[in-house]
Every structure is written in structure tokens, then in C-alpha cells.
């Protein structure tokens, strides 16, 4: 199988078996689909002939109920008014008669007791207590009535006088007890009110006698479809049956009932069956049993609670398939026999350039890219033009290229190293115009001042220094330039001295801090802006006159481990506008107080998550302190604290900090 011929010849024969398997399993699904879809549409017909069949039969059979329902309740209603006629007439006989109302009512009562409803079953009265006043069994005479409910759980007593009263008369399905025994049983009733002597005229009839008449055409129904489906004819030894939600037949399977009316296969097909809003499909019968290998659709008629289910014979619907694939066999076994020795001679001679080329390529390892190509190199030409042909011209590309790329990552190599050389230079030249030795003033023991600047580059432009002015001013500065790399330092450099100049002229920051900015503005093509903090601190009393501009504002560690942030700034950032008044400020540190300056770099460090260390961390850390801790200790935890926060990731900014210790006030004359 290491041979590039076997695995070309080998290659071929399984693309060709694929390519013949994909074939015959796509002709196999693709012939069965269509039987099965032509099938569907012949099962979908039969199916929907039946429900169409079944559907007008059932709507003809509910327009006869509701006929027959709607002629008994105007046949009761019919007798409903001439009941009241005739109590209104019993009634105006006693009145003109001058007899009294309590012996019209008796009139009344008897002749209600013998009365028969026409389409009815009996008729009783009630009155508004829903006691019965004439019944058709006399024990029921004079008994509560209330309790027995309507099809919706109200009291037919009091349901037949309400709705009467709005709408004059009442018709309802309900249990009642039955004329023998104390079982109840369905009936419906229309209710007339009397109300001159405060009576219910009830009229009532059987509901199972509407059931039986109903019975009797469902009876009818289900013969008509037992004589029209059996008359269909179906692919395959088809046929259709119909079955109850409780199991029973309807219309019994073809050929009997045996097997498919089994528990197992019904509650299969009640679970395949649609209702008409998702029509099913034909689909597998696994409960038939794989000697029956049936397929079946069916669907539900809910008001009657039927299934219709249609059987076809899955061995029918695979057997044009089976013989579509034995045909495609014989063919395809031909065909890659031929294919076979084709395929051993085209590939010997596909692999005799690629052994040419393997030894080529074997020869590399031991060329050296970092002389110049040999002249052979330029003269060869690869043969032909095909695949093979553009493959060597392709390697011969390749080979010279590396001769060439070799040349130059070495001339970018030698170029890289002389700039990071130049770069560490100037790294080595910035930290040295800033104060890096510690303790910075060991024979000054009134203070204690310790600062740190870690570059995101090889060069930064934040800034920090720091240095006595007279025996008894100490002058600090930090800031930030915008930008980082060559630019940002050498504009660092330039802020340094004019910030050091200036406190050689002016006693004051803000007037220091003025002279910069003028002088940075005046000659700044590229826009480039420092933020900056000067500071003067005096030794003897404690106080520190400072101008900030733009810059973030300094932190001062109190007595008791509070920590103030001075908020206020004196004017905008250096090197903007020329002609900038700064705003004076000042602040006053006790002995064992505590001022720290620090550049953005430190509150706007980055975790993986793009989380900022912020302002409240630092405050946090600040205040979490021993106020007595070393200003070197002090700057090495806030910095751990930031590298902590970080992460490992890459540093986005410079960070630079300054704590600066007051400890007590000098004993050095002003």
C-alpha cells in the first residue's frame, strides 16, 4: 500500500464501488419513493373518499338529530303556550264567576295532573321555592326539587326561573330521577313560567329516545360504509377498515379480524393517527408482525371516535426497487472490471515523474539556502503540462524561492537586531534620565521617596523626578505622555528638562508648569500632549504646593489609614493651547502621611476579560495598608496588586508610581 500505483489502482476501484453503491442505494430510495409516493397518493384518495363518505353520512345524521331535537322543542313549546292559555283562561272563569283564586288553582291542579304532553314523556310543576306542586308520581308532590342539576352543575329550579325571566322561557339537558327507583337519568325539558300563581310549567321528554333514534341511523351509516369500502381496490392487497377509540370494530379488516385487531396493533395505529390538521403519511407497522410486513396511515374522526386506517403490503412497495438494484448490479460489476486495468496503467504512469521529483525533494535537506542558487537551478525545466508537469514547475519555484526568502530573513534578521540594539540603547539612555537609585536622599530623614516605571515598550513616555530645589523644598513631578514607543520618549525627554529648567526660575509649580506649556506648544507639529502633576513639598512644615495638569489625580494615605483623593485640577494638559493659566493648589501632609502619584497605566490595566483595574481597587489597596509601610513596599505591592489583576496579559500602557513619605518636619534652617 506504500506504492503510489496500488494506492492510484486502489483509489479507483473504491471510487468506482462508491460512486456504484451511492448509485444503486439512490436508485434503490429513489425508486421505492416513488412507489411509496404514488402509493400515498393512492392511499391519500381512498382515505379522503372515505372521510368525505363517512363525514356527509355523520353531518346527515347530526342535521337529523338537531331536526328532530328542534321539532320537539316547538312541539313543546306549542304546548307550553297552550298550557298557559288555558290556566289564563281557568283563572279569568274564576274571577267572572267570583269563585275563589285558592279553588281555581285546584281547577287548575287537577287538570294539569291529568295532562299528557304531545311529543313528551310527562309534565310536572314546580313553584319558586322549587317545590313540586303536580308531579306524575304523587310522592314526589310537595318534595325540593333544587337539587337536581342541569348538564352545566346548576339547579334546574332556579335555572328555569331565571333564564324565564329574561328571555320567557327555559330549555335544558339534565339528570332527574327516574318514575321507578332513585336512580337518575338524562333528560331535556322546556320550562314555562306562570307567574300570576308563581308556577314552573316543566315539559319534559327521554333523551334516550332521541339516543335510540340516533342509534338506528348510525346503525344505517355504518352499513352504507361497510358495502362502499369494501368495493375499493388498493396496490399492493390493500385494503381499508374502520375501528371505535374502545377497539371495536366498525367495519372489520379484510379477511377478518384476526391479527389486526389485536390490542397491540390498534393502539399502534391510534398513535400514527392525524385528525386533519397534520395529515399522516404511510408508515411502518412493526406491531403486524414482520410475516405481515405492513405499512399504514391513518386518520381520527373525533365526533365519532373513529380511526380509518389504511393497510398496504410493504413487500409490494420494495419489490420493483429490489429488481431496479439486481439489474444495476450486473452492470456496474462489468463496468469496474474494465475500470480496473485502466486504472493499473494509468497509474504507472502517473507515478514515474513523481519518483523524479521524491528525489529532488530528498536532496533538500542537505542544500545550504544561504549561498547563492547554483546555475543548474535557473536551467531546469520541468516536462510536461499537466498536473505532474505544473507540480514540478511548482517545486522548482519552491526551491528558488527558498534561496531567495533565505537571503532576505537574514538581511531582516541583521536589520532587526541593530534597531533592538539602537532600542535598548535608548531604553538604557530614558531610565537614565530618571532617578533609579533608592534610598534617593539617605541623609534627608525627614522623607521617604520611592518610584517605579515599567515601559510597555522597549521605550515609554511616562515620566517621573524628583530633587531638592534648596535645603528645605523638595520639587517631584510625574505625567504621561499620549503615545507610546520612539515619539512618546523622546517628547518624555524634552517635558523632563523644561519641567527641571523651570523650577531653576520659578518658586511656584503652577508658574513652573505655565513656562512648560507654553514652551511645548509653541512647537508641536504632531499634536503630541503630556499630562503632568508638579510638586513642591516643604520639609519643614509639611506643606505641598502642587499645579496638575490633566493628570490623574494624587492619593494621600491620612493618619489612621484613610485615603484622600485630591480631585481638583489646575488646567488642562501640556503642549495643547499656549497662554494656559494653571490654578494653584496645595495640600498638607502630617508626620507618617503618605502622598502617592501614579500615571493611567496603573488604573486602566487589562485583564483577559477587558476588566480595568480602576480607581476603587487602588483606593482599596491603599487602605488595606499599614500607614507605617515602607514607600518601596508600598510601590512594590500596588504593583503586584496590578500584575496580579492582569493576568499574564499584555501589558496596554506604561505604569509608573511615586510614594513619598513625610516622616517629621527638618531641623535644617529655611
Same mark, same amino acid.
Given at each position: ?13 473504491? !471510487? ?371 498536473? !505532474? ?104 525627554? !524634552? ?176
Amino acid at each position: 500500500m506504500n506504492s503510489l500505483r496500488v494506492k492510484i489502482f486502489v483509489g479507483v476501484i473504491a !471510487i468506482l464501488a462508491l460512486m456504484a453503491g451511492g448509485i444503486m442505494a439512490y436508485s434503490q430510495r429513489a425508486v421505492r419513493s416513488a412507489m411509496v409516493d404514488a402509493e400515498q397518493r393512492s392511499v391519500e384518495n381512498v382515505l379522503q373518499m372515505a372521510e368525505l363518505a363517512i363525514r356527509s353520512q355523520y353531518l346527515q345524521l347530526l342535521s337529523d338529530k338537531v331536526g328532530t331535537i328542534q321539532d320537539r322543542k316547538a312541539a313543546f313549546r306549542q304546548f307550553g303556550q297552550t298550557v298557559r292559555s288555558t290556566l289564563d283562561t281557568l283563572a279569568a272563569q274564576a274571577q267572572r264567576a267570583r269563585t275563589s283564586d285558592e279553588a281555581a288553582r285546584a281547577n287548575a291542579l287537577d287538570w294539569l295532573a291529568g295532562l299528557s304532553p304531545v311529543a313528551g314523556e310527562y309534565s310536572f310543576v314546580f313553584d319558586r321555592a322549587g317545590r313540586a306542586v303536580v308531579y306524575p308520581d304523587a310522592a314526589m308532590v310537595g318534595q325540593d326539587l333544587s337539587g337536581f342539576r342541569d348538564i352545566r352543575g346548576r339547579s334546574v329550579t332556579q335555572t328555569a326561573w331565571s333564564d324565564s325571566e329574561l328571555y320567557g322561557s327555559s330549555f335544558l339537558t339534565y339528570a332527574w330521577k327516574a318514575m321507578k327507583g332513585e336512580a337518575t337519568e338524562p333528560k331535556y325539558g322546556l320550562f314555562v313560567p306562570f307567574p300570576r300563581w308563581g308556577w314552573m310549567i316543566g315539559i319534559v321528554g327521554d333523551v334516550a329516545d332521541l339516543q335510540r333514534e340516533t342509534d338506528v341511523r348510525r346503525a344505517e351509516l355504518v352499513e352504507r360504509l361497510r358495502s362502499s369500502l369494501g368495493s375499493l381496490q388498493m396496490a399492493g392487497n390493500g385494503f381499508v377498515f374502520v375501528f371505535d377509540g374502545s377497539g371495536r370494530p366498525v367495519v372489520a379488516p379484510k379477511g377478518g379480524e384476526d391479527g389486526w385487531m389485536a390490542p397491540a396493533v390498534l393502539s399502534e395505529l391510534k398513535a400514527m393517527a392525524s385528525d386533519g390538521d397534520a395529515p399522516s403519511r404511510l408508515a411502518p407497522l412493526p406491531s403486524a408482525g414482520p410475516e405481515q410486513g405492513a405499512e399504514a396511515q391513518v386518520f381520527r374522526l373525533k365526533a365519532l371516535d373513529w380511526y380509518v386506517a389504511a393497510i398496504v403490503s410493504s413487500a409490494a412497495l420494495a419489490e420493483p426497487a429490489q429488481d431496479l438494484i439486481l439489474s444495476q448490479g450486473l452492470v456496474f460489476a462489468g463496468g469496474s472490471l474494465l475500470a480496473a486495468v485502466l486504472a493499473w496503467f494509468l497509474a504507472q504512469r502517473i507515478s514515474r515523474p513523481l519518483v523524479a521529483l521524491t528525489h529532488r525533494a530528498r536532496a533538500l535537506p542537505q542544500t545550504d539556502f544561504t549561498q547563492a542558487p547554483p546555475e543548474a537551478l535557473a536551467k531546469r525545466r520541468p516536462e510536461g503540462r499537466d498536473e !505532474i508537469g505544473r507540480l514540478a514547475s511548482a517545486f522548482h519555484f519552491m526551491e528558488d524561492s527558498l534561496y531567495r526568502n533565505v537571503q532576505t530573513v537574514m538581511r531582516v534578521t541583521q536589520e532587526r537586531e541593530r534597531i533592538e540594539g539602537e532600542l535598548n540603547v535608548a531604553r538604557d539612555i530614558q531610565l537614565g534620565l530618571l532617578p533609579k537609585i533608592f534610598p534617593a536622599f539617605p541623609d534627608r530623614s525627614e522623607i521617604d521617596i520611592h518610584a517605579a516605571l515599567v515601559s510597555a515598550k522597549e521605550v515609554g513616555g511616562d515620566l517621573y523626578d524628583f530633587y531638592f530645589i534648596d535645603d528645605r523644598h523638595l520639587c517631584f513631578t510625574i505625567g504621561d505622555v499620549a503615545g507610546k514607543g520612539v515619539p512618546a520618549a523622546l517628547f518624555m525627554a !524634552i517635558t523632563k528638562t523644561l519641567i527641571k529648567s523651570a523650577a531653576d526660575r520659578f518658586p511656584d509649580p503652577w508658574q513652573m508648569m505655565a513656562a512648560v506649556n507654553d514652551t511645548l506648544a509653541s512647537d508641536n507639529p504632531n499634536s503630541i500632549f503630556v499630562t503632568s502633576l508638579i510638586g513642591v513639598l516643604d520639609c519643614l512644615t509639611g506643606e505641598i504646593r502642587y499645579a496638575n495638569g490633566g493628570h490623574n489625580p494624587p492619593l494621600v494615605i491620612r493618619e489612621g489609614g484613610r485615603v484622600e483623593c485630591l480631585r481638583p485640577i489646575s488646567g488642562p494638559a501640556l503642549g495643547v493651547v499656549e497662554g494656559m493659566d494653571y490654578e494653584p493648589l496645595a495640600t498638607h501632609l502630617k508626620p507618617g502621611e503618605t502622598l502617592v502619584l501614579y500615571t493611567d497605566g496603573v488604573t486602566e490595566a487589562m485583564n483577559a476579560r477587558d476588566e480595568l483595574y480602576e480607581d476603587e481597587r487602588l483606593l482599596q489597596l491603599l487602605e488595606a495598608q499599614d500607614p507605617f509601610l515602607p514607600t518601596e513596599m508600598l510601590v512594590q505591592r500596588i504593583m503586584a496588586d496590578v500584575q496580579a489583576h492582569a493576568g499574564g496579559t499584555p501589558q496596554s500602557d506604561d505604569i509608573t508610581l511615586v510614594a513619598l513619605r513625610f516622616h517629621q518636619p527638618s531641623k535644617r534652617s529655611s
